[in-house]
């Protein structure tokens, strides 16, 4: 039956959801935090020294061609400690993301999402000490969240 003659027959109304063929949307940090929980005893061999070089490499070279702004930015904070821990936690964070996806435990595309939702995390976090992030290039969020989606993409590639 065509769209228009079901619109104007005179049959029983039929519920939404036989229109809506669509799954319901997941929330992204559920199904990220569920993988990693059930998964938390395999992620360590996912870090090998080789790969956090790598990873830690496309983040500084990628902050330090881009954002020098927001490099010099971050050097001017005292507790450079606090600066370093919120970037290892969140590059490192987003490279599971993606060797999750290589696995097969969560999708792709859920792993792509993290590097932006992260990057917004990691920028508020930086906000939150103090520092004035929105006074830097307008791209700089932008450049964050390409370096991030980058480290996604190798945790991706590297299938167990």
């Known amino acids: 039956m065509s769209w228009f003659k079901r619109i104007f027959s005179k049959s029983e109304a039929t519920s939404p959801t036989e229109f809506n ?8 940090f559920a199904t990220i935090g569920e993988a990693l929980r059930q998964h938390s005893a395999e992620l360590p061999a996912a870090l090998t020294p080789e790969r956090r070089r790598q990873v830690h490499s496309i983040w500084t070279e990628t902050i330090n061609t881009r954002a020098h702004d927001y490099a010099d ?7 450079r400690d606090t600066i370093a821990k919120l970037h290892v936690d969140t590059i490192m964070q987003v490279y599971l993301n993606g060797y999750m996806a290589a696995q097969g435990w969560i999708t792709e595309n859920v792993a792509l999402q993290s590097a932006f939702m992260l990057g917004r995390n990691l920028r508020d976090q930086i906000r939150g000490l103090g520092l004035p992030l929105d006074k830097l290039s307008a791209n700089t969020g932008t450049t964050i969240d390409g ?14």
């Open 21 to 28: 063929p669509t799954p319901a949307r997941t929330d992204p």
């Open 73 to 79: 930015l971050i050097l001017t904070y005292p507790d």
């Open 147 to 160: 370096a991030l989606k980058s480290i996604v993409e190798v945790g991706i590639q590297s299938k167990a």
